[in-house]
């Protein structure tokens, strides 16, 4: 079994916005599946932890974005596991494009959780030993940051009912989905004219189908934004962005 997983992938047309870029929804969907599929080579998904009334749960994430690819571009996922703390465990993502020129970093920090209580548990030693040592000359992406800058006042709000086409194979809201939310309560002059550059993302709850859901936006300056999902007084996550000038962008198609 190899301690690193990576696959390629093509851009296509489901990836993009109306710039011809891939959305960072996109590419956390891309990052998701990378990662299933290197748990599933590691017998450590979903359904190999179900007999031990365990599961994995992902609390924090950041990711920077060095540049988005475009429609048709080639590019390689480089994802493995990091560390293990408690009941902790870590994962990096690079995404490198067809040059082999780093464009994305990604740390995720996950938790590992009794499926009956819903309670955080501490790893046991058999899931540590299935994963076969760092690869040699990676060294670990800083870990997610464990706080972010405290809320403020909502400048903009994106209100959304839950959907069967937003569920994950637990009939939660999926994890991409919520970003997806978070960045749709962004003002259009943002978007037009920006591109994230740094996406640090905090899950705090669940979210289930027919919820009703606010994603609110606050503007703390022209290039830096908070954001939180909610359902009534229940904040499910809360992230922070950081934007940059994408004037003058040309796609290549």
């Known amino acids: 079994m190899l301690a690193d997983y990576r696959q390629s992938y093509t851009v296509g047309a489901f990836d993009i916005d109306a710039y011809k870029r891939m959305t960072s929804p996109a590419l956390l969907r891309v990052l998701n599946e990378v ?24 609390l924090r994430l950041e990711i920077r974005i060095h540049r988005l690819p475009e429609l048709g571009e080639q590019l390689s996922i480089h994802t493995q596991p990091s560390g293990f703390e408690r009941v902790f465990t870590y994962r990096d993502y690079r995404v490198t494009d067809a040059d082999g ?12 959780f009794n499926i009956e209580n819903r309670r955080p548990t501490r790893i046991p030693g058999w899931i540590p030993e299935r994963i076969p040592s760092q690869a040699a000359g990676e060294e670990p ?44 309560s962004v003002p259009t002059a943002i978007l037009k ?44 996550a809360q992230a922070e962005t950081v934007w940059i000038s994408s004037v003058g962008f040309s796609p290549h198609f």
């Open 35 to 58: 990662a299933m599929q290197h748990v599933l080579a590691l017998k450590l998904s979903v359904w190999d932890l179900e007999p031990h009334q365990i599961a994995w749960v992902l």
């Open 193 to 236: 004219e920006k591109t994230p550059r740094l996406i640090r993302l905090h899950y705090k709850a669940e979210a289930a189908l027919d919820d009703e859901v606010s994603a609110e936006t606050a503007i703390l300056n022209e290039d830096h934004c908070l954001h939180q999902l909610r359902r009534g007084d229940v904040v499910l």
């Open 141 to 184: 992406l800083p870990r997610p940051a464990t706080k972010l800058p405290d809320w403020t006042v909502a400048d903009h709000q994106h209100r959304y009912t839950v959907g069967w086409h937003d569920l994950d194979f637990n009939w939660h809201l999926n994890n991409t989905h919520f970003l997806r939310l978070l960045l749709d």
């Open 101 to 112: 020129k780093l464009i994305v970093e990604a740390a995720t920090t996950w938790a590992l």
